[in-house]
C-alpha cells in the first residue's frame, strides 16, 4: 500500500470514528435495555423462560457427548471408566428376604454382603437409618459395612442431620477382634437434601451442601453425589472446598439430562430406552420434550434381580460384574407409597434416588466442574457483564441491519411490512362486507386458532402464501426487488446473529460453566423483532444527545 | 399426563414376575430351586469372588456371617448338598463352621453358584433349533421363533441375544431330543444362499 493510500484510510477511519462510537454506544444502550428485560423477574416470569429453554437444549442434544460426555464401554482389558449403577429396592425384593417396607437394617446388611461380591467403587444407602432398630442388626450392618471399606469399597449414608448417625452408633458394636465399630469410620454421612425449581418443581439443580445461612461455605454436610465424587479424587478435601467455596447457602449445580436411557436398562424397561426428540417438533408446534420415558438415564438394577437370578435369568453373572466394574451404587427404593420421587425435565417422575445418580453422573461427565447458574457465581456481575457483551453483539447487528435496510429501502418500510399496493387491493376486499361481519369472522378465526393450536400453523402459513401472491399480482416489480434484497440482509442478520448466539451459549457452558438457558431469551431478542420494540429508547437517546450537542455548543459560543 | 414412573416400574415388575402392579408382592417361583429334589451346589459362578454366606432362618431372619472362597467351603472341590431352600433364592449348605462357631447351618444365595438343579434344568428343556440345510434353506423345529435362524458357531449379537428369553437365546447351540418335525424356512432375499 502506498503512503498516500494508507493516509486516505486512516483519514477514513479518523472521520468515521465517531460514527463508529456513536454506533457502539447506542448499540450498548440497546443491549443493556434488553439485559434488563431478560432478566426481568416480574412474578418469576424469567425463570420458567430460561428453565425451559435449558430442557430443550438437554432434549435436543442430551444424548450427544459435545454436550453431555458419558462414560462408554470401557475397552478390553483397560479398567472401566467410573460410572453410576442404581442399585433398586422395591417390595419384591424385600420379600425375598421375608422382610417388608420399610426396609429393615438388616435388610440393608444383607444386601451389602451381597453388594460386597461385586466390588464396587463405592455405595450409597439412600435410606434414613433413623428408626430404633435390635441392636444385632445394626452391629451386622457395621460389621458388614467395615469389611467393605476394609476391601476398598467407601460406604455413604443419607442423613438429614448431623445426629441421624446416633441411632447406630448408640448400639456400640465391637468387630471380631472386639475393637469398637465407630459408625463415623464405616459409613460417610451425607445430605440427601434435594432441591426444585420454584416455578415447576423440577429436580435440574442439584446442592453442593446442605448447611443453613449461619454457616460458612463448607461446614454443612456435604450432599451425596459431590461427597462420592471428591472422595474418588486425589484430592477429596480440595476437591469439596472447590466446589462448596464462596457459594451461598442455597448454591447447587445444574444437571444435565439425557433424553435416552442407559442401554442396561433395555433389558426390563417396557418402551424404548432410544429417545429422539427433534427439535422440528418444536417449530411444529408439537411437545418439544419427551413424554414418559419408561427408561431412566442411569443403570439400573434391580435389588431382586440381584438376590434371585430367575427375576431375569439373561442377566449372567460376567455381565453383573461388568456392570459393577468402576461403578458406584446408588441403593434407593421404589415402593407404592413412599412418595420418595423427583421430577426430572425429561424423564418425567423418577424414584429419588435417581437424583442424586444423575449429580453424581454429571460431576463425572464434566470433570467435577458442573455447570453452574450465574446466580451463585463469584464476581456475579461478571457473568452478567457476558451476558451484556453477547446482547451488546446482537444489538450491532441489528443496527447494522436496520442501517442497511434503511439504505435498500429508503421509503423505510420494513421487509415483512405489506406494501401500499397490496393494502390498497385488500382494504376494498374487506370492504365489500359489512363492517360487523368482517369482524366478527375474523374474531371467529383467531378464536379457532387459539383453541386449535394445529390450526396456527397451517393458518400462518395460509396468511403467508396468501399475502406473497397477492404482493406478486399487484407491488410493482422494483418493490419486489428492494423486498427480496431487504428480506435476505434480514436472513443474512439472522444467520450472524444465531452464530453469535451458538457461539455464545457454547463458550459459556464450555468455558464459563454456564447452563444452556440463557439461548432462548437471546434467540427472541434476536429474532422476533424485540429490539424493534425498544429503539424507542434510542430515539430518546438520540434526542438526548442532541440536546447535549447543543447545550455544549452553545456554552462553547457563550 | 406424567404418569409416576413408580406405577412404570411396578408394571415392570409385574410382566418380570408375572404378576400385576395391583398383586400384593411376592417373590418370583420361575426358578424353583427349592423344588428340585437333591439339589446340590456345584460350584461358584465367578471362581475368584468370596461367596457372601448367610447365618438364620425364615423364622428368626437371615444376618450375614461372612464371605469365604469356595475353597473354604469345599476343600476337594466337590459337590455341596442343598439342605435347605428359602423362597427360590438361598440355598442352605451342611457347613456350620465356616464362618466360625455359634452361626448354625449357613445359606448362600442361588446368585453366586451353580446347582445341579439348574443343570438338569438347562438339559431336560425343550430347545427349539434350527439348522442350516445342504440346499442353502434353513429348517427349524415347531417351537423356534421367526427371528433369523443363527446357526450354531455363528456369534450372535451379545446384546440382542442377552434380551431375549433364555430358551430362544441359547436354542441354536443345544441338541433337541426327540425333535422330529421341521419347520422349512422359506428361502428370502435376506437368506444366504450356498456359494456354486
Redesign the interface.
Known amino acids: 500500500m502506498s503512503m498516500g493510500g494508507a493516509g486516505g484510510l486512516g483519514r477514513r477511519v479518523r472521520e468515521a470514528r465517531p460514527r463508529l462510537v456513536r454506533g457502539a454506544l447506542h448499540s450498548l444502550l440497546l443491549a443493556a435495555v434488553a439485559l434488563f428485560f431478560l432478566n426481568f423477574n416480574l412474578v418469576g416470569t424469567a425463570s420458567p423462560s430460561k428453565r425451559y429453554s435449558q430442557d430443550l437444549v438437554y432434549a435436543w442434544f442430551g444424548d450427544e457427548a459435545w454436550l453431555y460426555p458419558r462414560p462408554r464401554a470401557p475397552a478390553p482389558g483397560r479398567a472401566a471408566a467410573p460410572h453410576v449403577v442404581v442399585v433398586m429396592i422395591d417390595e419384591q425384593a424385600l420379600a425375598l428376604r421375608g422382610a417388608r417396607w420399610p426396609a429393615p437394617v438388616e435388610f440393608h446388611a444383607q444386601l451389602l454382603a451381597e453388594l460386597e461380591v461385586l466390588r464396587p467403587r463405592g455405595i450409597l444407602l439412600d435410606f434414613l437409618l433413623i428408626d430404633p432398630a435390635p441392636r444385632t442388626d445394626i452391629c451386622d450392618l457395621l460389621g458388614v459395612a467395615a469389611r467393605l471399606r476394609a476391601g476398598g469399597t467407601a460406604l455413604y449414608l443419607a442423613v438429614t442431620q448431623p445426629g441421624d448417625l446416633a441411632t447406630l452408633q448408640a448400639a456400640a458394636c465391637l468387630d471380631a477382634s472386639g475393637t469398637p465399630l465407630s459408625v463415623d469410620r464405616v459409613f460417610t454421612p451425607v445430605s440427601v437434601q434435594r432441591q426444585a425449581d420454584d416455578s415447576d418443581f423440577v429436580g435440574r439443580h442439584y446442592p453442593f451442601e446442605q448447611r443453613d445461612d449461619r454457616q460458612a461455605p463448607g461446614e454443612g454436610i456435604t450432599s451425596a453425589a459431590v461427597r462420592m465424587y471428591c472422595d474418588a479424587t486425589p484430592a477429596p478435601k480440595g476437591c469439596v472446598t472447590r466446589l462448596t467455596d464462596a457459594m451461598p447457602a442455597n448454591a447447587g449445580f445444574e444437571l444435565a439430562w439425557s433424553p435416552t436411557g442407559d442401554p442396561f436398562n433395555q433389558r426390563w424397561a417396557a418402551g424404548s430406552c432410544v429417545e429422539t426428540v427433534s427439535p422440528l417438533r418444536a417449530i411444529l408446534n408439537k411437545p418439544a420434550l419427551p413424554r414418559e420415558s419408561r427408561c431412566p438415564p442411569v443403570a439400573t438394577l434391580f435389588a431382586r434381580v440381584l438376590l434371585n437370578p430367575a427375576e431375569d435369568p439373561t442377566l449372567s453373572a460376567e455381565r453383573l460384574f461388568t456392570l459393577s466394574d468402576g461403578a458406584f451404587f446408588m441403593v434407593g427404593g421404589n415402593f407404592r407409597g413412599s412418595a420418595d420421587l423427583v421430577t426430572t425435565p425429561l424423564h418425567t417422575l423418577l424414584p429419588g434416588v435417581y437424583y442424586h445418580a444423575v449429580a453424581l453422573q454429571n460431576l463425572l461427565a464434566f470433570d467435577g466442574s458442573p455447570k453452574v447458574r450465574k446466580e451463585y457465581r463469584t464476581p456475579k456481575i461478571a457473568f452478567y457483564c457476558y451476558d451484556l457483551l453477547v446482547l451488546w453483539l446482537l444489538a450491532a447487528i441489528f443496527l447494522w441491519r436496520q442501517q442497511w435496510l434503511h439504505g435498500v429501502r429508503p421509503l423505510g418500510l420494513s421487509p415483512f411490512e405489506i406494501s401500499p399496493a397490496a393494502r390498497g387491493w385488500i382494504a376494498p376486499f374487506f370492504a365489500r362486507f359489512p363492517t360487523p361481519v368482517w369482524i366478527v369472522a375474523a374474531t371467529g378465526l383467531l378464536l379457532l386458532m387459539a383453541t386449535y393450536h394445529d390450526l396456527q400453523l397451517i393458518a400462518v402459513a395460509a396468511a403467508i402464501v396468501t399475502v406473497i401472491i397477492i404482493e406478486l399480482r399487484v407491488a410493482r416489480g422494483s418493490e419486489i426487488r428492494e423486498r427480496l434484497r431487504g428480506l435476505l440482509l434480514y436472513l443474512a442478520a439472522m444467520c450472524l446473529s444465531l452464530a453469535v448466539i451458538v457461539g455464545a451459549v457454547w463458550v459459556g457452558y464450555r468455558w464459563l460453566r454456564l447452563p444452556p438457558g440463557d439461548w432462548l431469551g437471546y434467540f427472541s431478542f434476536a429474532a422476533f423483532g424485540f429490539f424493534l420494540a425498544h429503539t424507542a429508547i434510542l430515539e430518546f437517546g438520540r434526542r438526548i444527545d442532541e440536546l447535549y450537542a447543543a447545550r455544549t455548543a452553545g456554552g462553547h459560543s457563550t | 399426563m406424567?404418569?409416576?414412573?413408580?406405577v412404570?416400574?411396578?408394571?415392570?415388575?409385574g410382566?418380570?414376575?408375572g404378576a400385576s402392579a395391583d398383586q400384593?408382592?411376592?417373590?418370583?417361583?420361575?426358578?424353583?430351586?427349592c423344588r428340585v429334589p437333591d439339589n446340590r451346589v456345584l460350584g461358584p459362578?465367578?471362581s475368584e469372588?468370596?461367596?457372601?454366606l448367610?447365618s438364620g432362618d425364615?423364622a428368626h431372619?437371615?444376618?450375614?456371617a461372612c464371605?469365604v472362597p469356595w475353597s473354604t467351603l469345599s476343600p476337594d472341590k466337590q459337590s455341596l448338598p442343598v439342605v435347605g431352600c428359602?423362597?427360590?433364592?438361598?440355598l442352605q449348605l451342611a457347613n456350620d463352621a465356616a464362618c466360625g462357631p455359634g452361626t448354625g447351618r449357613l445359606w448362600v444365595?442361588?446368585?453366586?453358584v451353580r446347582t445341579s438343579g439348574e443343570q438338569q434344568r438347562a438339559q431336560s428343556t425343550p430347545t427349539a433349533t434350527c439348522q442350516r440345510l445342504e440346499t442353502g434353506t434353513y429348517a427349524a423345529t415347531r417351537d423356534f421363533p421367526a427371528t433369523p435362524c443363527t446357526p450354531p458357531g455363528t456369534a450372535p449379537d451379545g446384546?440382542a441375544n442377552?434380551?431375549?428369553?433364555?430358551a430362544t437365546?441359547a436354542a441354536p447351540s443345544l441338541p433337541t431330543p426327540g425333535a422330529t418335525a421341521t419347520t422349512p424356512a422359506a428361502p428370502s432375499a435376506a437368506t444366504p444362499r450356498p456359494e456354486r
Not at chain 2, 428359602?86 to 438361598?90: A, G, H, R, V
Open positions: 406424567k404418569t409416576p414412573l413408580v412404570l416400574l411396578a408394571s415392570v415388575a410382566c418380570l414376575s400384593p408382592p411376592s417373590p418370583s417361583t420361575g426358578q424353583n430351586a459362578r465367578m469372588r468370596p461367596l457372601p448367610l425364615a431372619g437371615f444376618r450375614p464371605t428359602y423362597q427360590d433364592n438361598l444365595s442361588i446368585r453366586w446384546d442377552a434380551a431375549r428369553p433364555a437365546a
